[in-house]
């Protein structure tokens, strides 16, 4: 059974503008979560994570906001860069280790 | 670079066959996790070790089996492939339950 569901296949964004990726979850033993970035051929990138005891966190152009009541967490991307665009996994964690993660959102962020 | 190494990159082999999966994590980093991502599919948590023991088991087939060495590298076997077994297969590798960080992975095709 999918825990943690990225609804979103794709999502295309204009270069400058917001992107707001989007991620549910089912199980509310998670206490964090995380967001990775993936390129083709390559792993992995980890890029914010947030702990269940906080709403929202913050790291330059990317902020995670959670909610708990409604088992929801999203990545805002502001601005939006070419760069950007990539595929976006969001993972949870619950008192094991081992990561729980969505099938992931492809980005495209046009000039 | 995360700074966890794969290897191979790229293996291809014949259904029935052995192979074997090689991985060196972080400096520092004493958590191995092994994950598979199939096509479409998100990454599924396959296993974990922690400074040479077993912490955790996903879904991870009874024809594969891993361990971790004490220079704190990883190998992850598989055995009497089946065409089902192509995929990528990524190491991630953490401090305690921080977070994971992955390496390149090895692209897997079973003939």
């Known amino acids: 059974d999918q825990q943690v569901k990225q609804n979103s296949p794709s999502l295309s964004v204009q270069e400058g503008r917001i992107s707001i990726l989007n991620c549910d979850y089912t199980?509310?033993?998670?206490?964090?979560f995380l967001w990775y970035k993936k390129y083709p051929a390559e792993g992995p990138t980890f890029l914010i994570s947030?702990?269940?005891?906080?709403d929202k966190n913050e790291d330059g152009r990317f902020t995670v906001f959670l909610n708990k009541s409604a088992k929801h967490l999203s990545l805002h991307i502001v601005p939006s860069q070419p760069g950007d665009s990539a595929v976006y996994f969001c993972?949870?964690?619950?008192?094991?280790?081992?990561?729980?993660f969505g099938k992931g959102t492809s980005l495209l962020v046009t000039p | 670079d995360s700074g966890v190494t794969q290897t191979p990159k790229h293996l291809i082999t014949a259904t029935g066959q052995r192979v074997t999966l090689r991985c060196s994590p972080r400096?520092?980093?004493?958590?191995v996790y092994w994950y598979q991502q199939s096509l479409d599919q998100g990454l599924q948590f396959l296993i974990q070790?922690?400074?040479?023991?077993?912490?955790a088991k996903g879904n991870i087939l009874e024809r594969f089996s891993a361990q971790q060495f004490p220079d704190l590298h990883s190998e992850l076997n598989l055995s009497s492939l089946e065409l089902g077994d192509s995929a990528l297969y990524f190491c991630?590798?953490?401090?305690?339950?921080?977070?994971?960080?992955f390496g390149p992975g090895t692209r897997l095709t079973v003939l």
């Open positions: 991630a590798s953490s401090v305690e339950i921080d977070t994971q960080y």
């Open positions: 199980n509310s033993m998670f206490d964090y």
């Open positions: 947030i702990s269940s005891i906080k």
């Open positions: 993972a949870a964690r619950n008192s094991g280790y081992a990561l729980n």
């Open positions: 400096s520092g980093d004493l958590s």
């Open positions: 070790y922690y400074n040479g023991e077993e912490r």
